[in-house]
T-cell receptor, first 115, second 112 residues
Framework: DAGITQSPRHKVTETGTPVTLRCHQT?????MYWYRQDPGHGLRLIHY???????DKGEVSDGYSVSRSKTEDFLLTLESATSSQTSVYFC??????????????FGPGTRLTVT | GQNIDQPTEMTATEGAIVQINCTYQ??????LFWYQQHAGEAPTFLSY????GLEEKGRFSSFLSRSKGYSYLLLKELQMKDSASYLC?????????????FGSGTRLQVQP
C-alpha cells in the first residue's frame, strides 16, 4: 500500500472556525490531490499540487486553500468553515512522471462535520 | 462538460457475472480508470485502459471503446466481498488539470 496518511481522521467543528487537514506521504510522489466525496456527487477535485509550492484549483475550490511547502505534506485549509463543507475529504497521490499511467493512490479519508 | 455516467445501483447474485457500464465525453480523453470503494474506506485501484480492448486481471476485466466513449467493468464469479461502490474515472487533458474526473459511482450489492 502507498504510504499516505491523513490527519485528523475525524473532526467536528463549528461554523465560522478555521480548519486545516493534513496529508502526508512517504512515497516521494510529485503530484498530490484533495477531493471531497458527497452522496450523489462522487469524488470532486478541490485542489491539486504538481510540486513544492505549485498548486492549482479543481472544480470545487471556493472556500478552500492549500499549501505545499515540502514534497511530503499537502495541507487543505477551510478559512471559515460552513455547513456545506461537511463531507469526507480524501487525499491522493500519483507518480505522473510515469507516462503510461496516472493511477492515484488514496489516503484513508477525513470525516469533517461542520455544525 | 465532463459528464461521466454510470448506473447508481446494481444487484447481482453470488457466483454470477455482472457488467458495470460507464460512458464519458470523448474530447481530450487520455485514459480511463476503475476504482473499488468499500463503505467507509478509501478507493482502491482496479484497472486502467488507454487503448481500445479488454484488459483482464483475475476475476475482473475492463473494456474500452474510445470512439464510443464507453467502458465497462466485468466482475466474474461474484463473491460477497465484491459488494462495494465502483468508480469510473477519466483523465481528460482538455480540462487543463492534471487530475482525474470521477463518475458518481455504482453501488453493487451481491446477494447470496
Amino acid at each position: 500500500d502507498a504510504g499516505i496518511t491523513q490527519s485528523p481522521r475525524h473532526k467536528v467543528t463549528e461554523t465560522g472556525t478555521p480548519v486545516t487537514l493534513r496529508c502526508h506521504q512517504t512515497e516521494n510522489h510529485r503530484y498530490m490531490y484533495w477531493y471531497r466525496q458527497d452522496p450523489g456527487h462522487g469524488l470532486r477535485l478541490i485542489h491539486y499540487s504538481y510540486g513544492v509550492k505549485d498548486t492549482d484549483k479543481g472544480e470545487v475550490s471556493d472556500g478552500y486553500s492549500v499549501s505545499r511547502s515540502k514534497t511530503e505534506d499537502f495541507l487543505l485549509t477551510l478559512e471559515s468553515a460552513t455547513s456545506s463543507q461537511t463531507s469526507v475529504y480524501f487525499c491522493a497521490i500519483s507518480n505522473r512522471d510515469r507516462l503510461d499511467s496516472y493511477e492515484q493512490y488514496f489516503g484513508p479519508g477525513t470525516r469533517l462535520t461542520v455544525t | 462538460g465532463q459528464n461521466i455516467d454510470q448506473p447508481t445501483e446494481m444487484t447481482a447474485t453470488e457466483g454470477a457475472i455482472v457488467q458495470i457500464n460507464c460512458t464519458y465525453q470523448t474530447s481530450g480523453f487520455n485514459g480511463l480508470f476503475w476504482y473499488q470503494q468499500h463503505a467507509g474506506e478509501a478507493p482502491t485501484f482496479l484497472s486502467y485502459n488507454v487503448l481500445d480492448g479488454l484488459e483482464e486481471k483475475g476475476r475482473f476485466s475492463s473494456f474500452l471503446s474510445r470512439s464510443k466513449g464507453y467502458s465497462y467493468l466485468l466482475l466474474k464469479e461474484l463473491q460477497m466481498k465484491d459488494s462495494a461502490s465502483y468508480l469510473c474515472a477519466v483523465n481528460l487533458s482538455d480540462t487543463g488539470r492534471r487530475a482525474l474526473t470521477f463518475g458518481s459511482g455504482t453501488r453493487l450489492q451481491v446477494q447470496p
